[in-house]
């Protein structure tokens, strides 16, 4: 083979090389090579959320995507629902039935079921559609991938609403839709990821997609378009939606340029401008250059009203991705000023570099950096299953991780509006959760938190609380760290153990003024949602010291 069509399929591969966490496309192929992954008929995707509270009807989310390419006849879906519990199998919901011929890009429906009463814990959700493709009647379970599993989806039916307190607002801070598209992966339609984030107990959610897929013409993701039609469409819908399911924080995830000129991802939320940040789109061979550094875009977009928080700052990138695409990690260089609203570093699973993530984190407070806290999944779609391109063009892989509204911030806010939340956020009322909730007061002042807050009288006092349900398990591990700037390690202020309790508070009395900061991490017992333990952290509180 010539060495020119070598090259070409080289750089047609390398442009395979992003994160991949979105539903996969299947159509994009290339000279020279032959997917097997590829079908001449659209995606079909049955999603639903990981979890509802008990009495709720469960949505179950079905989309077709590219039948303007692939027309087809959609016959039939037939939804079965079985109790992990009882083992006790409901059949023949024939949610669909008739003769639908669909030839848009994106197709979607929600189908509204309502469970037997009494229905609680894990059940499995089986779909099940018959299509006509030319004549010829083909049936799926849950989606038509060739190489997944097909399982039924898995949803905990839980018997209280997520715990929560008056004024916290829970969320997702890290998403992707429709608007992600590219070569390998795709997003969820806006609009259900909304009904479906309501229906995970969700009070809002940031949609935060590619700035180098903003970019693009809304038919074509290869060109670009100079007018960022897609950047624009994006704002209108969300306006058009907005409060109707639940609050959208509206923004982009950047890429631009670190302090070693590599690229690395910026969440930018409540901006009404587009920044572009195209370095690591792979859309452009051997250009890499992001078109703004951190500083600089810093200095372009300075509004009080909008968020600024590094995505997932030290998740550590593959070889080819640093090779060709010039990604990087953040570093202790890029947060020289205190001049973010907070740090991601909670990405959607806890693996490896999240103990990292954490380590990092301590050590920038350790610094004076006053990071508050923020967890996401980077889900594009994946409410309940996460499926991915493990090879290009070869297999298909599933895991249980960067689900919508797994790993949520929650807020401290007097409403959920964009204003406020935008606001509370900004002012470092934030906590990071996968279960229970955790919360500093104080006992002189009726304070709703103290999270964020730079305390200058003297305090002997300090009221921390927690709370958890039977989903997440039973409190069991509280711990208050406080911080000294210039130590290398925190100091344990407080630490009760096997509390087997869902509702703590209790007074610390200590010499808050010999700290910086404080901040409250908590830790449950297995809970039944996934016989697994449950943690909250919160943002510090700092002091002054005179």
């Not at 995707?45 to 469960?58: F, K």
């Not at 591990?477 to 509390?499: H, R, S």
Request: glycine letters at 6%; proline letters at 4%; a neutral charge.
């Amino acid at each position: 083979m010539e060495g020119s069509k070598i090259l070409a399929i080289l750089q047609q591969i390398l442009s395979l090389s992003p994160l991949l966490f979105l539903y996969a496309e299947i159509h994009y192929s290339f000279k020279y090579f032959i997917s097997l992954l590829k079908k001449r008929e659209p995606e079909i995707i049955a999603d639903a959320p990981h979890r509802i509270t008990y009495g709720e009807p469960l949505p179950i989310l079905l989309l077709i995507k590219d039948a303007h390419a692939y027309p087809i006849t959609l016959k039939s879906v037939t939804i079965s629902i079985r109790s992990l519990q009882s083992n006790r199998l409901w059949t023949d919901h024939n949610v669909f039935a008739g003769s639908e011929f669909i030839s848009t890009k994106w197709w979607w429906r929600i189908f509204w079921l309502k469970l037997p009463e009494g229905t609680s814990g894990a059940i499995e959700c089986d779909t099940v559609v018959t299509i006509d493709v030319n004549g010829q009647t083909r049936i799926y379970r849950n989606d038509n991938y060739r190489t997944t599993s097909h399982k039924p989806l898995r949803i905990y039916i839980s018997k209280t609403t997520l715990p929560t307190y008056k004024n916290l607002y829970l969320g997702e801070i890290h998403s992707h839709s429709y608007y992600t598209e590219d070569q390998v992966e795709f997003g969820a339609p806006l609009e259900p990821t909304a009904i479906l984030a309501r229906s995970l107990g969700l009070t809002y959610f940031a949609v935060t997609d590619h700035s180098y897929d903003l970019d693009d013409d809304l038919d074509n993701y290869l060109s670009n378009n100079p007018e960022q039609p897609k950047w624009q469409l994006l704002l209108r819908e969300v306006e058009r939606i907005q409060g109707r399911y639940t609050t959208i924080l509206a923004g982009e995830e950047v890429s631009c340029r670190n302090q070693r000129n590599k690229n690395v991802h910026f969440l930018i939320i409540n901006n009404k401008e587009f920044i572009p940040g195209s370095g690591d789109s792979a859309e452009r061979w051997f250009k890499t250059q992001s078109e703004f550094s951190i500083e600089e875009i810093l200095k372009v977009v300075n509004a009080k009203d909008i968020l600024y928080i590094p995505a997932h700052p030290f998740e550590k990138v593959s070889f080819l991705q640093s090779i060709f695409l010039n990604r990087d990690t953040w570093n202790n260089s890029d947060f020289s000023d205190n001049i973010f609203d907070g740090i991601q570093f909670i990405n959607g699973a806890l693996k490896k570099y999240d103990t990292l993530s954490y380590s990092k984190w301590i050590q920038l407070l350790l610094e004076g950096k006053r990071l508050p806290l923020f967890a996401g999944n980077d889900a594009h779609g994946n409410f309940n299953r996460y499926r991915q391109i493990l090879v290009p063009f070869l297999l298909m892989h599933e895991n249980n991780g960067h689900i919508f509204g797994k790993f949520r911030t929650g807020i401290f806010s007097p409403t959920n509006s964009v204003h406020d939340l935008i606001r509370s956020a900004k002012e470092g009322k934030t906590i990071a959760s996968d279960g229970p909730v955790a919360n500093i007061q104080t006992s002189y002042k009726h304070h709703d938190t103290l999270l964020g807050q730079t305390i200058s009288t003297p305090l002997t006092d300090l009221v921390i609380t927690a709370l958890s349900t039977e989903e997440f398990g039973a409190l069991d591990k509280i711990i208050l760290y406080g911080g000294i700037v210039g130590q290398t390690k925190e100091v344990t202020v407080f630490l009760k153990k096997n509390l087997q309790s869902m509702n703590f508070s209790h007074i610390v009395t200590a010499k808050f003024h010999e700290f910086n900061y404080v901040r409250l991490e908590v830790y449950t017992v297995q809970g039944k949602q996934d016989d697994k333990s449950h943690f909250c952290l919160t943002s510090p509180i700092w002091f002054q010291k005179s």
